[in-house]
């Protein structure tokens, strides 16, 4: 069958926009729920609970749901967990009118919210090379991800916007995003997978994922640099401390704080979109992450909000060049039948990682102040760049994608 019977750009543009719209959920919600926490609780471990509540379920579910991504239609696997998405902002609307006085119950909501994640994460990032040839697949993620870096960008600023005018439109405007979202997908064509029969247990086809991960170092050290990167570079987490204690801009600032890392994103997905990176990739990437802690450092120290916002936009446009060498990297060098499993590890180690470095960062803060909390974390990152060069090799050596590519 041809790449023109079997791929349309159309597919890939719906795919781009379903994950647009509820992207931008994410970051209004995460603005509304980052405020409003904090605004009851008035400390950074509660936003650091925030984190936790998501990570928790997401570490429990992410690679099981990676099996069941493997075995059943990844699309309604998708469509699905949107779905709880969306009840879950419904339930958060709920609870904003009714205004608690303890964050505990949007706490229960948000285990409810990281659990529809978990499946979220592997069935959506295994989509994609379904729907674009192999060839194409560096661009087209590069593409994808300037569209999720523009819902990045708008969704923290319109959060702010909106959570000015009420509870109301902010998670309206999300129940609406995870339910299209949910409806665009299960409309997608593209290439299938079918998987073959097998009698090996669910643990059995789990464990065989993180066995293959742990065969090739490029996906390990991939995944693992990317990690500890965004464990310990988790500045972003702080930034409603950041808006109102130190740099004092209210939650419209704190809106501009966190779509600056997303602008800088944008900006150089743009740029690997129209030249894409070809050479040296794995040198680039290591180079990406040391900028990324360099400007996390920067962030940290200043006191003075233009810098901060130029800090946060260089440490999103690193954070870009490393998430499209690794994702890239990733991506080809898995096999149609991993492709669930081996995403659930990576969301496991990744995805679920931002909450995680989210509850490290509220927990550090709490215990030796904001600021030094956000600087060791950059200095923690460049320490990693240069310990994971010496324990991958192979890693830091690959030249160009094609290096790593197996057959589709």
Known sequence: MSDTTLYRDRDLYSFVGSRFISSLAIQVQSVAIGWQVYDMERTPLALGLVGLCQFAPMFLLTLPAGDITDRFNQRRVYSLSAGVQAVCSALFLLLSLYRPHSAWMFYAVLVLFGAARGFTGPSGSSLLPFLVPPKRLPKSMAFSSSFFTAATISGPALGGFLYALGPVPVYSLCIAGFVGAALIVTQLGGRRFTPAATEASRAERVAEGVRFVRSRPVVLGAISLDLFAVLLG????????????????????????????????????????????????????????????????????????????????????????????????????TPDSMRGRVSSVSMLFIGASNELGEFESGTTAALMGTVPAVVAGGIGTLLVVGLWMKLFPPLSGVNKFTDVAIPA
């Open 234 to 333: 988790g500045a972003t987490a702080l930034l409603p401390v950041y808006a109102r204690d130190i740099l004092h801009v209210g939650p419209l600032g704190l809106g501009f704080l966190r779509s600056a890392p997303a602008a800088g994103a944008f900006s150089m997905a743009f740029f690997l979109t129209h030249w894409p990176i070809k050479t040296r990739v794995g040198t680039k990437m290591f180079a990406a992450v040391a900028v990324f802690g360099l400007a996390t450092i920067a962030f940290g120290l200043s006191v003075w909000f233009p810098l901060s916002l130029l800090a946060l936009f260089v440490l999103g446009a690193s954070d870009m060049v490393s998430v499209n060498i690794r994702s890239s990297l990733i991506q080809l060098s």
